[in-house]
């Protein structure tokens, strides 16, 4: 939080033209060490109150609730985080997501929600949240955030701020579970907090204890966090790794038998050249990073290693599936129907959303809404014909992957041509053209590799469209947009504090906003 510092303005050095000046001037010297040391001493004080005062105590989570009604958070993450998340008071998380519109009121929705499915979420008279409860709402569709307490557990509108602007940068990269973290951690360190922790104690010590107490427990708060968010990109990479190494063996025996004079049974080859390689130098970085003190993992150089260890560890874990999917399909050897499964999952996921795409698009023309609907009926079609020439023989395994690969570069052409559409119909301005297309470029572009897909591993990323990845870009654009035309209509804006209509008298602690 910004803080308030007081500067000491000096004039112009004045002469000495008497004695009595030099006196003075001495006098003034001897007043600003008397107060140096006032001040010192005082100093001291609240360290001596919080050496008497009793340990504050750390507790995880008492449960952890997931309402995910969007679709969005990652549970082993977000179950994994929160284990690392300390109260001082045993406290219930709920993390609750659902997709909406942002004119639309987020606490009002939170409220409706735990009336109608959860009533233990509210105090026994209906009017508060229940006591040890604490909310973190989520609404990555109309952009708003909220962050609810109980009755014990509320803090001020200033720190439910706080916390939801912890969560900000994560909102605006689409990490949804991190931004239910974040936020989490900021309130765990609020809610409850002891009279000794509260950086307003420090205020009797002077201005110089205000200052250094800030900026000391800012940096320790930044340290913790960046460590723990370290130690969890470890732990990823570690899992990775160690998949990587179970099946070494397999994948190195997969690799020998690749069909190398199929078209793509060598491009895969190709990739994995390099494998035993980068498997050397991820086992070698393994060793060292485990080795790293757990207290220097927030250092930068540990962190961005960390961050390319893992981004190398799960490649290859991703490469390894793909290794043998490619070698069961090829050679068509005993579970191969599963192995075309695994290539032909990406397409059908993508089938299914086209009807969310499509759907509510007023202000787009039929013409330009026909391609898109009736690509799903032909492409399911083309799908149950290349399976089915593959049963049969009629088809080889490299002509199936051909067939499937025509029809996913026929998708990113149609999301493609729907794009421009979208953004012709909804951007008023050339800025707002370029936010809508650079969201659309970087999902694309961050579009996760499908574990066993051989398209996946033989094309650089980015290279398909998926549905999800432009619902996510686009819907990721609008809202930024819709932010920016609110910004400029508006100097400020504020937080939601209302329960809308339906609220009633209810006047539980929280508050929402946008991001």
């Given at each position: 939080?910004?803080?308030?510092?007081?500067?000491?303005?000096?004039?112009?050095?004045?002469?000495?033209?008497?004695?009595?000046?030099?006196?003075?001037?001495?006098?003034?010297?001897?007043?600003?060490?008397?107060?140096?040391?006032?001040?010192?001493?005082?100093?001291?004080?609240?360290?001596?109150?919080?050496?008497?005062?009793?340990?504050?105590?750390?507790?995880?989570?008492?449960?952890?609730?997931?309402?995910?009604?969007?679709?969005?958070?990652?549970?082993?993450?977000?179950?994994?985080?929160?284990?690392?998340?300390?109260?001082?008071?045993?406290?219930?998380?709920?993390?609750?997501?659902?997709?909406?519109?942002?004119?639309?009121?987020?606490?009002?929705?939170?409220?409706?929600?735990?009336?109608?499915?959860?009533?233990?979420?509210?105090?026994?008279?209906?009017?508060?949240?229940?006591?040890?409860?604490?909310?973190?709402?989520?609404?990555?569709?109309?952009?708003?955030?909220?962050?609810?307490?109980?009755?014990?557990?509320?803090?001020?509108?200033?720190?439910?701020?706080?916390?939801?602007?912890?969560?900000?940068?994560?909102?605006?990269?689409?990490?949804?579970?991190?931004?239910?973290?974040?936020?989490?951690?900021?309130?765990?360190?609020?809610?409850?907090?002891?009279?000794?922790?509260?950086?307003?104690?420090?205020?009797?010590?002077?201005?110089?204890?205000?200052?250094?107490?800030?900026?000391?427990?800012?940096?320790?708060?930044?340290?913790?966090?960046?460590?723990?968010?370290?130690?969890?990109?470890?732990?990823?990479?570690?899992?990775?790794?160690?998949?990587?190494?179970?099946?070494?063996?397999?994948?190195?025996?997969?690799?020998?038998?690749?069909?190398?004079?199929?078209?793509?049974?060598?491009?895969?080859?190709?990739?994995?050249?390099?494998?035993?390689?980068?498997?050397?130098?991820?086992?070698?970085?393994?060793?060292?990073?485990?080795?790293?003190?757990?207290?220097?993992?927030?250092?930068?150089?540990?962190?961005?290693?960390?961050?390319?260890?893992?981004?190398?560890?799960?490649?290859?874990?991703?490469?390894?599936?793909?290794?043998?999917?490619?070698?069961?399909?090829?050679?068509?050897?005993?579970?191969?129907?599963?192995?075309?499964?695994?290539?032909?999952?990406?397409?059908?996921?993508?089938?299914?959303?086209?009807?969310?795409?499509?759907?509510?698009?007023?202000?787009?023309?039929?013409?330009?809404?026909?391609?898109?609907?009736?690509?799903?009926?032909?492409?399911?079609?083309?799908?149950?014909?290349?399976?089915?020439?593959?049963?049969?023989?009629?088809?080889?395994?490299?002509?199936?992957?051909?067939?499937?690969?025509?029809?996913?570069?026929?998708?990113?052409?149609?999301?493609?041509?729907?794009?421009?559409?979208?953004?012709?119909?909804?951007?008023?301005?050339?800025?707002?053209?370029?936010?809508?297309?650079?969201?659309?470029?970087?999902?694309?572009?961050?579009?996760?590799?499908?574990p066993g897909s051989i398209l996946d591993t033989v094309h650089q990323p980015g290279w398909f469209w998926t549905a999800t990845a432009f619902h996510l870009g686009y819907s990721s654009g609008q809202s930024h947009v819709v932010t920016a035309r609110e910004q400029a209509e508006a100097s400020s804006s504020s937080s939601s504090t209302g329960y809308g209509s339906s609220g009633g008298s209810f006047?539980?602690?929280?508050?929402?906003?946008?991001?």
């Amino acid at each position: 939080m910004p803080t308030d510092t007081a500067h000491i303005r000096t004039g112009p050095r004045a002469t000495p033209r008497s004695r009595t000046a030099a006196g003075a001037a001495t006098r003034v010297t001897g007043w600003v060490a008397a107060l140096g040391l006032a001040l010192g001493l005082l100093a001291t004080v609240p360290a001596a109150l919080v050496m008497g005062a009793s340990p504050a105590q750390a507790d995880q989570a008492e449960e952890v609730i997931l309402e995910d009604g969007a679709g969005i958070i990652h549970e082993p993450t977000l179950r994994e985080g929160l284990d690392g998340i300390s109260f001082y008071e045993p406290t219930t998380v709920v993390v609750w997501t659902q997709r909406g519109e942002a004119e639309s009121n987020l606490n009002e929705r939170v409220l409706a929600d735990a009336r109608e499915n959860h009533p233990e979420w509210i105090s026994d008279d209906g009017q508060k949240w229940a006591d040890g409860l604490f909310i973190y709402a989520l609404d990555p569709e109309g952009r708003l955030q909220g962050v609810y307490f109980g009755e014990d557990r509320k803090v001020s509108l200033e720190l439910q701020e706080d916390i939801r602007d912890a969560a900000f940068d994560s909102l605006q990269e689409a990490n949804w579970t991190q931004a239910a973290l974040d936020a989490t951690e900021a309130a765990g360190a609020v809610m409850n907090r002891p009279w000794y922790r509260h950086p307003g104690l420090w205020v009797g010590g002077g201005v110089l204890v205000v200052i250094g107490g800030i900026v000391g427990g800012v940096s320790v708060a930044s340290r913790n966090t960046r460590r723990q968010k370290a130690q969890a990109e470890l732990d990823r990479g570690n899992r990775a790794f160690a998949n990587v190494s179970t099946d070494l063996e397999a994948t190195e025996l997969n690799a020998h038998t690749v069909p190398d004079d199929s078209t793509y049974g060598a491009m895969v080859l190709e990739r994995y050249r390099t494998f035993h390689e980068r498997y050397l130098e991820a086992a070698r970085e393994n060793d060292r990073l485990s080795g790293l003190p757990a207290k220097k993992l927030h250092r930068k150089e540990h962190r961005q290693a960390i961050t390319a260890y893992t981004k190398q560890t799960e490649e290859l874990d991703q490469l390894d599936d793909t290794v043998g999917s490619t070698n069961t399909l090829l050679n068509k050897y005993p579970g191969w129907p599963e192995a075309w499964d695994l290539q032909t999952a990406p397409m059908r996921e993508d089938l299914e959303q086209i009807g969310e795409l499509v759907t509510g698009q007023s202000q787009l023309t039929a013409v330009q809404l026909t391609p898109l609907r009736s690509f799903r009926p032909e492409a399911e079609r083309e799908l149950e014909r290349l399976g089915a020439g593959l049963e049969t023989g009629q088809l080889s395994p490299d002509e199936a992957l051909d067939g499937l690969d025509a029809l996913r570069i026929r998708l990113t052409g149609l999301l493609d041509d729907y794009a421009k559409a979208q953004i012709n119909a909804f951007a008023t301005s050339d800025a707002e053209r370029q936010t809508l297309q650079g969201e659309l470029d970087r999902e694309r572009n961050r579009a996760s590799h499908r574990p066993g897909s051989i398209l996946d591993t033989v094309h650089q990323p980015g290279w398909f469209w998926t549905a999800t990845a432009f619902h996510l870009g686009y819907s990721s654009g609008q809202s930024h947009v819709v932010t920016a035309r609110e910004q400029a209509e508006a100097s400020s804006s504020s937080s939601s504090t209302g329960y809308g209509s339906s609220g009633g008298s209810f006047s539980g602690a929280g508050s929402s906003s946008s991001f």
